[in-house]
């Protein structure tokens, strides 16, 4: 079994940056190499929406409408780690962000249907 583990989440000023990272328990042996990681996110209220997909075997990088410019995908060089740098934050970026691995499934990059499995999220608060 997999398990994805989030950190750097917090509060934060809007306009202020913040790095997200997610990590496969060492335990699982899963790394990132091949495989298909993405960031969403998910406001009270509000469906769960895909905000940045890396695939690095694949050389893909997607963002989300509302982040481009101002986030940034990218995993490590040991494959174990795959990071969210976000910029310029705003208040509408307010949500809990989740990680997501495995897309044998299949579908959309920003469609929750397509990835296996789930770490349990990082908040993140923007707010004056």
């Known amino acids: ?10 509060s934060v000023q ?38 940045a997909f890396i695939r690095t075997s694949h050389g893909l990088i997607y963002y989300g409408d509302s ?14 780690t795959v990071y969210l740098q976000m910029n310029s934050l705003k208040p509408e970026d307010t949500a809990m962000y989740y990680c997501a691995t495995d ?8 469609s929750t249907a397509t990835f296996q499995y789930w770490g349990q999220g990082t908040q993140v608060t923007v707010s004056s």
Do not use: H, M
């Open 1 to 10: 079994q997999v398990q994805l583990v989030e950190s750097g989440g917090g």
């Open 103 to 110: 897309c044998s499934l299949g579908g959309r990059w920003d």
């Open 67 to 80: 982040v481009k410019g101002r986030f940034s995908i990218s995993q490590d060089s040991a494959k174990t």
């Open 14 to 51: 809007p306009g202020g940056s913040l790095r997200l990272s997610c990590a496969a328990s060492p335990a699982s042996g899963y790394t990132f190499g091949g495989n298909c990681v993405a960031w969403f996110r998910q406001a009270p209220g509000k469906e769960r929406e895909g905000v």
